[in-house]
């Protein structure tokens, strides 16, 4: 660290610590809604609502768009209340001391997936079967938009799943954050102020599956039109994801809420980008303000209801790019410059950040191959298409304060949809590698999706069945060794990735992906793009099966059945078969024997040439079980489980019963 920027923290420090002496106020009070036992487990459920009151002036705050357009109180701070919803040990005796905070996923929890139950989603579309991802009509007499309701289970007593958390001592926490949400059932979102006197254009793109004349823009679902009927208002569509697109005659449609009515009906597989006016913008970046401040409450108050030596926050796509505005926006410091979290897993983020903090952020977006925007690394560096010189965590901001961090990322990430990944580890122009910083480490699971599938794998919305490949037996893992690594000093597992120097990380162009019958090559897809310039865009490059040759391999990539992929293209029935479906991957079956191979002109070796029996390959799989728990990639009590997944891949792929 050089002597000018040991001044300028020195600087920003005394600068937050004069203000907070007599301003900083962060949470107000918790209304107890609910607090009750949770059967025998020893845990207790508590659910409230946390009010807030900060500092428009506070340097900490300074970072939130709008916020010098909110209301204030009496003593000039802006209020606002959001979702809280703990799960801690009832005897205090059994806490050990950390706080794992969710940030909650389009208003649902998700950490329950580190303790294998069933109450928990995880990533942006949940499952990936569904008939399409992305936007839905509005269902008849109902409000557009927002979230549907999360699976039951979340609410019941006994649902712990397996209780590698819990059984640790635990508490978990989760704080909604999301304006937009649909706050029933057991959703979690957040009550923000109007920045006065502001207005702007909102814009979302929808691709249809179908002919319905009604399809719902769901990432605008917190902005009503102020004039519907505006003619300024515009409707596009286009054939590809860069082409250039057709102005929809204005007659021909109608707009009610975010909902557009199109005669005719929309034709599946075209791109439409719907803009219109909206007014009255919430102040969305006080969302980050509210999982600040939570973690800081329980942390440093004395009247927190619970509370936490350490505390961890995990956020999954959505909330994974969360954590990455959050940290790069400086929020990892309270309004009293004291740490908040010792601990980060943002996972499958790529190298993105969320539309959160920004004056019309859209935090539910899914437009994939522009929300990648610089900077990518933590370190400071200079950005070719922008000329600014920037670090997600080397800035005047977030310098101070830094916790460990864990990123993780599936195939989709280094993939599809332009969220490039592989910027983490890289030089924004794509043609170097770059050292991770101490605290920081990367884990890249090669050939998985998203979301994992459900198994058995199928196809539905893509051309390939989907990808079951299942990372979260790994990141039950990792979660252990983050909290090691804070707890305890224990280095965790070594980073594992792609990269350019061993030729594992190469441009799009010059991957070796397999001519499999049947599957249309992925070297076509597009480059994500910033500022209307194109990102590099790198990928891991292949061995003869089509499977990443780097990067943390799960049983399934290590000893294969099927070649497995971050992307898939369109199902034909949906139309737009040159497009990916977002976040989807692909399980592509060997053949099974090389007589089927040969008929097929399928380049990969037939299963019956790799296995001798079953038996051998489960055996094969038990040993690159037993390499990573020792590896730390894998915990032992998980190997019964993942045999047993092994097994019903092997009936699968062999078509076996």
Request: glycine content about 8%; some cysteine.
């Amino acid at each position: 660290m050089t002597q000018r920027t040991r001044l300028r923290i020195l600087v920003w420090s005394l600068a937050v610590l004069c203000l907070a002496r007599t301003t900083a106020a962060e949470v107000t009070k918790i209304d107890i809604k609910t607090r009750a036992p949770m059967g025998t487990t020893g845990y207790e459920k508590i659910v409230g609502i946390a009010h807030f009151a900060v500092d428009p002036k506070n340097p900490r705050n300074a970072a939130i768009a709008n916020i010098d357009k909110a209301p204030v109180n009496a003593k000039g701070q802006v209020e606002f209340s959001a979702d809280v919803y703990i799960l801690r040990p009832l005897n205090a005796s059994r806490s050990n001391g950390v706080a794992f905070f969710d940030v909650v996923n389009r208003g649902r929890k998700t950490i329950l997936r580190f303790n294998q139950s069933t109450a928990s989603t995880d990533g942006d579309e949940g499952d990936t079967a569904s008939p399409c991802p992305g936007a839905a009509p509005a269902p008849a007499g109902r409000p557009a938009g927002g979230t549907p309701p999360p699976p039951p289970g979340i609410d019941a007593d006994v649902d712990l799943g397996d209780g590698l958390l819990t059984e640790q001592g635990v508490t978990l926490v989760f704080v909604g954050w999301q304006f937009d949400v649909r706050r029933r059932g057991t959703s979690m979102g957040i009550e923000l102020p109007k920045a006065k006197g502001t207005a702007g254009v909102v814009r979302a793109v929808i691709t249809p599956c179908d002919l319905r004349e009604r399809q719902a823009a769901t990432d605008l679902a917190g902005y009503p039109p102020v004039d519907p009927k505006a003619a300024d208002a515009v409707l596009t569509v286009r054939d590809d994801t860069f082409t250039a697109a057709q102005v929809v005659p204005r007659e021909t449609w109608t707009l009610e809420n975010n909902v557009v009515t199109l005669q005719g009906g929309f034709t599946p597989g075209k791109i439409y980008e719907i803009a219109y006016r909206t007014a009255d913008l919430p102040v969305t970046g006080l969302g980050l303000a509210a999982f600040r401040d939570v973690a800081a409450w329980m942390k440093q108050s004395p009247e927190a209801i619970a509370k936490a030596q350490y505390a961890y926050a995990f956020g999954s796509s959505q909330s994974g790019r969360f954590l990455r505005t959050y940290l790069y926006d400086g929020f990892n410091s309270d309004e009293r410059n004291r740490q908040v979290f010792d601990g980060v897993m943002a996972h499958i983020a790529g190298a993105a950040r969320l539309d959160i903090n920004t004056p019309l952020g859209t935090p539910n977006a899914l437009e994939m191959f522009t929300n990648t925007v610089f900077p990518f690394t933590t370190a400071s560096q200079r950005d070719p298409i922008s000329g600014r010189v920037d670090g997600l965590l080397d800035n005047d901001r977030a310098r101070m304060n830094q916790p460990k961090i864990f990123f993780t990322n599936s195939s989709v990430e280094q993939w599809g949809g332009g969220r490039a990944a592989p910027l983490i580890t890289t030089t924004a122009d794509g043609t170097r590698d770059l050292p991770l910083a101490e605290n920081v480490r990367y884990y890249y699971f090669s050939g998985t999706q998203h979301s994992p599938g459900r198994f058995p794998p199928r196809v539905v919305t893509g051309q390939q069945p989907y990808n079951p490949v299942d990372y979260w037996f790994a990141m039950r893992a990792l979660f252990g060794a983050m909290d090691a690594w804070v707890r305890k000093g224990v280095t965790p597992p070594a980073s594992v990735y792609p990269t350019i120097a061993d030729g594992t990380l190469v441009p799009v162009e010059r991957v070796a992906f397999p001519a499999i019958p049947g599957v249309r090559q992925p070297a076509g897809i597009p480059h994500g793009q910033q500022d209307g310039k194109p990102l590099p865009f790198l990928v891991p490059q292949v061995d003869a099966d089509g499977n990443d040759r780097a990067g943390l391999k799960l049983p399934d990539v290590a000893v294969p059945l099927a070649t497995y992929t971050g992307w898939n293209f369109r199902n034909h029935a949906t139309g737009g078969d040159a497009l990916l479906v977002n976040l989807l991957g692909s399980a592509i079956p060997l053949p099974k024997t090389k007589a089927e191979a040969q008929a097929s002109h399928d380049p990969r070796m037939a299963i019956a040439e790799r296995y001798v029996s079953k038996t051998e390959y489960l055996t094969r799989v038990g040993e690159a079980i037993d390499r990573l728990v020792t590896d730390g990639y894998l915990l032992a009590r998980d190997r019964a489980v993942m045999l047993t997944r092994a097994a019903a891949s092997w009936d699968w792929a062999t078509g076996t019963r």
